[in-house]
């Protein structure tokens, strides 16, 4: 890339890792802007599930798309990679170095390759793919789309709900599948050079951590925030929904369970979605070229990295842009 190319850094790990504390300080240390790249943090209604940052770490250093879409709207990759960078330029201009953070690998990867310009499907196509759904389920859709489009259909899981309808009503609108669409050639971000911080902290560390989280959630208003969502009448297919602790939480409000069994569910559930973030990073690289600088630890304290570290992250963040 060219060397007038601006710094940006990607920082990810799995839930729970630490990086919302990290990026606090690393903005705070070289006068940055956190940028949200976590699919659920987008949603103002779930500050409490999805560990957004709190009023007085967002006051103590600039942050961006946080809390800035409401439960009906749906986001996704394409409209994230348009306003991270809309985000980075505003940081750019006030001489600020661009920091994302987030666990959603999809985000980051699109934003850094590029992403394919898929047609809008239009209406009708959008519809028959939300009815289809509800008549067939994930699994059944699965099946229908590997008829149509097999090539789509084997790299998404049969239990994808959201994933499976954008599938179907891209094939439907467009006359070709997903698959071969994002086969399609895209640009990665002009105009910015990426560096990575990786956190990957052992497993048994991790599920402490959510399960702590968690129960901090749950003295905080989880179970009340939940029910404030579900008293929206939200379509089922909207992705706030899948937020991790909001169907077990539902479940509970629903008297189908207690609620230490819906915590024990939701805890264990969002491991395995952790589980899914390690195994992603250590198989995708995050940006063309670049091998992350990883941190096999749980981060709590600037302590635990070295000033070296430090001293490499003010150097690559505060270098000519």
Known sequence: MAETASPALILFGPTASGKSALALLLAQAVGGVVINAD??????ELRVLTARPTPAEEAAAPHALYGVRSAWEPANAAWWRAAALEAMEAARAQGRAPILCGGTGLYLRALTFGLAEIPEPGAAARAEARTLLAELGPAGLHARLAETDPATAAALRPSDSQRLARAWEVWCGTGRGLAAWQAEPAQPAAGWRFRAVALDPPRAALRAAIAARFRRMMESGAVEEVRALLSLGLDPAVPVLRAHGVAELAAHLRGEI??????????????????????????????????????????EAPAQLSEQFWADMRDFLRSPR
């Not at 819906?262 to 589980?275: C, E, G």
């Open 39 to 44: 699919s659920m943090q987008l949603y103002r």
């Open 258 to 299: 207690g609620l230490e069994e819906a915590a024990q569910r939701a805890i264990l559930a969002t491991a395995r979605y952790a589980k899914r973030q390690a195994t992603w990073l250590r198989h995708q690289p995050l940006a063309p070229g670049v091998t992350p600088t990883t941190i096999k630890s749980r981060f």
